[in-house]
Nanobody
């Protein structure tokens, strides 16, 4: 089993920045791929960004150039640096991890965090 703890969400003004963190623990040896998804009420959860163990990154078109995913393998932690936040970025952000990048990209990774709320509002 793998446990995930997310942090870093909050209320921020448009144009602001945040850094989300997702710390993993437990059977982390099985984890290669890590990613972030987000969900707003009434909408399906969508991929924001994903990263492989080798550093390959994938981003949703809507966040390219504003969001940066990174990982610290020594700390078993994945980060999401967000700049130039827009009101439409308001959502609950979830960390998702798995052995396979394709599963994380598809939102089908085996392990999920509890979610952290990001609200962009003036």
């Amino acid at each position: 089993q793998v446990q995930l703890v997310e942090s870093g969400g909050g209320l921020v003004q448009p144009g602001g920045s945040l850094r989300l963190s997702c710390a993993t623990s437990g059977s982390v040896f099985s984890i290669s791929a890590m990613g972030w998804h987000r969900q707003t009420p009434g909408k399906q959860r969508e991929l924001v960004a994903a990263i492989s163990s080798g550093g390959t990154t994938i981003y949703a078109d809507s966040v390219k150039g504003r969001f940066t995913i990174s990982r610290d393998n020594a700390k078993n932690t994945v980060y999401l640096q967000i700049h130039s936040l827009k009101p439409e970025d308001t959502a609950v952000y979830y960390c998702n991890v798995d052995t396979w990048l394709s599963k994380v990209v598809g939102g089908k990774g085996d392990y999920w965090g509890q979610g952290t709320q990001v609200t962009v509002s003036s």
